[in-house]
């Protein structure tokens, strides 16, 4: 059974920096592709990072969140430094699996595909 395990959430002041994991089993962590979003009530669900563990390609739109794995951990780290107010959001790790080209992973990045699988996510919360 293919399971997703966030961690790392917080409350932390404007300025300072979080690290969230996300710990996977049940599928072949070799050929995944793992996405991090981010949603506040009454918004759209909005990508934050991803990456293709095969080719360690990550892909993510603000600098300030660094993508990163543990291939032996089967384990994936979204580091958020400089984190600011509007960053304030329930964080979900997703996965899709039998990925086998770092196209498809960019594909469920945007959405042009739904990760099959989440997590139940971990609330980051930046204070002014």
């Known amino acids: 059974q293919v399971q997703l395990v966030e961690s790392g959430g917080g409350s932390v002041q404007a300025g300072g920096s979080l690290r969230l994991s996300c710990a996977a089993s049940?599928?072949?962590?070799?050929?995944?592709?793992v996405g991090w979003f981010r949603q506040v009530p009454g918004k759209e669900r909005e990508g934050v990072a991803a990456?293709?563990?095969?080719?360690n390609i990550t892909y993510y739109d603000d600098s300030r969140f660094t993508i990163s794995q543990d291939n032996a951990k089967k384990t994936v780290y979204l580091q958020m430094d400089t984190l600011k107010p509007m960053d304030t959001a329930m964080y979900y790790c997703?996965?899709?699996?039998?990925?086998?080209?770092?196209?498809?992973?960019?594909?469920?990045?945007?959405?042009?595909?739904?990760?099959?699988?989440w997590g139940r996510g971990t609330q980051v919360t930046v204070s002014s």
């Open positions: 997703a996965a899709a699996w039998s990925i086998y080209s770092s196209s498809s992973c960019i594909d469920y990045f945007r959405n042009r595909y739904t990760f099959p699988k």
């Open positions: 049940g599928y072949t962590f070799d050929s995944a592709c």
């Open positions: 990456i293709y563990i095969f080719g």
